[in-house]
Structure formats: structure tokens, C-alpha cells
């Protein structure tokens, strides 16, 4: 079993900043892979960045890419997502997941274990 907590969500402004943390427990976090996803109102969850176990490979969505940034602190078990140039559609419940293969994958079902999420609101 693997317990995933994030934080670090809130409310900023346009162009602004947040970095997410996810912490985990449960299983040795240096061989898991780990992703983030995230779902807005009335939408799909969608992926947003991935990291593999050894962090040697890293995955964003085109929409986040450029302006978001995935890392991991093996030593402190935790994963982060450093967002920066927030905009109003990037608003969404954050997620982050765990995927016991150690890999980097871009779809949720590549994933065996999921936080509660934080929500992160981008205004204009």
C-alpha cells in the first residue's frame, strides 16, 4: 500500500506561482514512478507531468510544458510540481498518483495509487 498527500494548493492570481507537494508513505518511494493529474469542473482528469523513479526522465502536457516543472526528493519521499506563469485554466483539483513499475506514464490507468488532492485557483 502507498499513501499519497498532497498540499500546497490556494488561491493566486494570473502569472503567479505554487509548488505542490506530494508526500508518500507506505512503500520505498524510490522506486515508484510518479505523476501528476488534474481535474477542473466538468472536465476529464487529465495529465499534467510524470516523473520516473530514478527521475532520470520527465513527461509534461504540452499546455504546462515550459511553465511547470516536476522534481523529486527521494530522501524526503516526496514529489513536487513547481507551477509557475499561472493562468485562469489551470484552476483544477491537483492529484498526484504512484505507479509501483517506477515509470513516467501519461495516462491514469498506468497507476495503481492516487492522493485526495489539493486545489489549486488561478484568477484573473
Known amino acids: 500500500q502507498v499513501q499519497l498527500v498532497e498540499s500546497g494548493g490556494g488561491l493566486v492570481q494570473a502569472g503567479g506561482s505554487l509548488r505542490l507537494s506530494c508526500a508518500a508513505s507506505?512503500?520505498?518511494?524510490?522506486?515508484?514512478?510518479m505523476g501528476w493529474f488534474r481535474q477542473a469542473p466538468g472536465k476529464e482528469r487529465e495529465f499534467v507531468a510524470a516523473i520516473t523513479w530514478s527521475a532520470g526522465i520527465t513527461y509534461y502536457a504540452d499546455s504546462v510544458k515550459g511553465r511547470f516543472t516536476v522534481s523529486r526528493d527521494n530522501g524526503k519521499n516526496t514529489v513536487y510540481l513547481q507551477m509557475n506563469s499561472l493562468k485562469p485554466e489551470d484552476t483544477a483539483v491537483y492529484y498526484c498518483?504512484?505507479?509501483?513499475?517506477?515509470?513516467?506514464?501519461?495516462?491514469?490507468?498506468?497507476?495503481?495509487?492516487w492522493g485526495q488532492g489539493t486545489q489549486v485557483t488561478v484568477s484573473s
Open positions: 498518483a504512484a505507479d509501483i513499475r517506477g515509470l513516467a506514464t501519461r495516462t491514469s490507468s498506468g497507476y495503481h495509487y
Open positions: 507506505g512503500r520505498t518511494f524510490s522506486s515508484l514512478g
